[in-house]
């Protein structure tokens, strides 16, 4: 008899590179454990390999100002390049809307809870006066300060443990956590849970992507087998409505997209750095309509007032 898999043979380690943070070798965790179900794998044929990301090395200043989402996946690519990995896995709203030709999302997992969390407060409304939020994120400063003019934001970095140290020392009164990440970190029960539709979460947020070499057909094949198609279609379309309004990380902006069957329906908000100006709208289109997307996009930034226009640079 022939061997059962040469696929095995040739590929006895699938070699998944990822940040260090305790989330992100959670999600690491997870992507190896699909992997390997899916090609009938044992644990040990994927190599999970930590990358020291100068993002995780700098933690007192907004990622906004020390040079953006780059940071995150500056390390990765660059070992993807010189082949110490054959793949890398990310947090896909912290993947930069523009990536190098050389490399290709080859899966999205099946997207998690979408929704932000709300930590310190049982709503935003019970928010106590002129209260502390800390944050770094510009989308979650814009949005609190649209709902709550009053409240003041200082920054706050960091993992998400570190961020729930910080708002237990006192240095905010509230704090926002993604929903997909305190499930991923076993704190499901912290904070309350916003609903999608009032408070819309960051482009692509509860979805974990894997990235490989584009002229490496075989582990694009391999990573292939793990994708999830509607989940990669909604992150699709919010990375092409990210990159029509040419929003940096910078740019406060919240959209979410739900699939149904062959159809899209996307909801966006643009926000100024101050909360005060807010331009809203959405779409339902083909899942793989991105270019009505873009236009989509487009026709956003033609209603945005001065203080929204200032931060987008159209795509
Ligand atoms: N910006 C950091 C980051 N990147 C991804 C997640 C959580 C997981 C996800 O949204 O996929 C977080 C933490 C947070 O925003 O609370």
């Known amino acids: 008899m022939a061997r059962a898999s040469n696929l095995m043979t040739d590929h006895p380690h699938l070699r998944l590179g990822t940040r260090q943070s305790p989330l992100a070798v959670i999600q690491a965790e997870e992507t190896r454990r699909r992997l390997c179900d899916a090609h009938g794998w044992g644990l040990d044929q994927v190599e999970l ?16 100002d020390i040079g953006g989402k780059a940071l995150w996946t500056r390390e990765l690519d660059l070992w993807l390049a010189e082949g110490k990995i054959d793949a890398a896995v990310h947090s896909m709203k912290d993947v930069e809307t523009l990536r190098p030709e050389s490399l290709t999302i ?8 979408v929704r932000d969390v709300l930590i ?90 894997i990235e490989c070499n584009t002229n490496d057909a075989k582990t694009r094949e391999l ?65 793989s309509a991105l270019d009505e997307i873009r236009a989509f996009g487009r026709d956003l930034l033609a209603r945005a007032t001065p203080g929204i226009a200032a931060l987008f640079q159209g795509g």
């Open 223 to 287: 990573i292939g087998a793990i994708n999830h198609q509607q989940s990669f279609a909604a992150v699709m379309a919010e990375r092409a409505l990210l990159e029509a309004l040419g929003g940096t990380c910078h740019s406060p902006i919240a959209a979410l997209s739900f699939i149904d069957g062959d159809m899209i329906d996307l909801t966006a908000s643009l926000f100024s750095a101050d909360g005060a100006e807010r331009v809203d709208g959405s779409v339902r289109c083909k899942a």
């Open 106 to 113: 080859a899966a999205i997992l099946p997207r998690a809870d």
């Open 120 to 209: 310190g407060a049982s709503s935003v409304r019970e928010i106590p006066r002129d209260a502390v939020v800390g944050t770094s994120a510009p989308r979650r400063a814009a949005q609190m300060l649209y709902h709550r003019p009053d409240c003041r934001i200082v920054t706050f970095r960091g993992n998400v443990a570190t961020r729930l140290a910080k708002l237990a020392a006192g240095e905010a009164d509230v704090t926002l956590l993604a929903a997909a990440g305190l499930q991923r970190l076993d704190q499901a029960g912290t904070g309350t849970p916003l609903d999608s539709k009032d408070w819309i979460p960051a482009p692509a947020q509860g979805a974990i992507g």
């Open 49 to 64: 390999v930590k990358v020291r990301a100068s993002g995780d090395k700098i933690q007192d200043r907004p990622l906004a």
